[in-house]
């Protein structure tokens, strides 16, 4: 199932003819004030997340760090803030941190080096994720 959907994913940003390894590097259960403190993956290309159960309405998802600082000394950032449709996710270029609604079972794939980390999670349900790394080879 997954070498389908990392297979899809990278045809859909158009990286054709490779090879890949991939290896379940985590899996995580948590309930009540757990959290995950912001780290990257340097040992290989790609990270996947599948969210595989969770309390939506109280659900953490995974957070994710702006890599460049330009947005914290940005003057211009507060004139886009104050026009962006508030219906819309705001930009990841002009915020610290970004995160995707999520709902069971979806699964994301992003660059392995993007910081990223789960928030202190303030219900008794469980959460359950699977982490994976992806390797062009």
Request: aromatic share 14%; charged share 20%.
């Amino acid at each position: 199932m997954y070498q389908e959907i990392i297979f899809h994913y990278f045809k859909y940003i158009n990286l054709k003819k490779i090879k890949i390894d991939f290896r379940i590097v985590n899996y995580t259960a948590s309930s009540h004030d757990s959290f995950m403190e912001p780290h990257l993956h340097s040992d290989c290309h790609f990270s996947m997340i599948h969210y595989i159960k969770f309390n939506q309405e109280q659900h953490q998802s995974t957070v994710f760090l702006n890599p460049f600082a330009f947005h914290e000394y940005w003057p211009g950032q507060n004139e886009i803030n104050k026009n962006i449709n508030k219906n819309l996710i705001k930009p990841s270029f002009v915020s610290r941190e970004a995160k995707l609604h999520t709902i069971e079972d979806d699964i994301i794939i992003f660059p392995a080096i993007l910081k990223h980390f789960v928030k202190n999670k303030k219900s008794n349900d469980l959460r359950i994720v699977i982490s994976t790394n992806i390797t062009i080879i």
